[in-house]
């Protein structure tokens, strides 16, 4: 885990800077997808989420659905491309659960990825890089 002041990020978990979101690859391959500690915490207080539907395509960087908070109306964007195939009815009935459990209860959408691999290399992963953009987002934060 990486941990720079109030935010967490866990090192098993890719994800995409510009959105803030997270994904975590499943053993039989397919992608869990939820926004970030640092998305989470930016947001301050989470009013309401829309999620696509199963079956909807996705594109990585593009939206999977989205969110409105005290702070922030916008679109969820994906680490990922590639069809979703569930998704988290619970979290779009009680959007304060991505507060209390961002990585695990409040996940978003789980998506079959199209092109995994290539992806993957769009993505922040590493501690060092993990440890950068917790700096840089405090850092934004903090000037807001």
């Known amino acids: 885990m990486v941990k720079v002041d109030e935010f967490n990020l ?3 978990l890719y994800y995409l800077e510009e959105g803030r979101s997270w994904a975590k690859i499943e053993p039989d391959g397919r992608v869990r997808v939820g926004l970030s500690d640092i998305a989470v915490k930016m947001a301050a207080e989470i009013i309401y989420i829309r999620l696509k539907p199963r079956g909807a395509s996705v594109e990585q960087g593009k939206g999977f659905g ?16 590639g069809t979703i195939v569930d998704v988290n009815d619970t979290l779009t009935k009680t959007p304060s659960i991505i507060v209390r459990d961002p990585y695990g209860e409040g996940w978003a959408v789980l998506i079959q990825p199209a092109k995994l691999e290539s992806d993957l290399k769009n993505l922040l992963h590493t501690a060092e890089q993990l440890t950068e953009w917790a700096l840089k987002e405090k850092s934004n934060l903090q000037k807001k």
């Open 66 to 81: 989205t969110m409105e908070s005290a702070k922030w109306v916008g679109p969820l964007k994906s680490p990922v491309s």
């Open 10 to 12: 866990p090192e098993e």
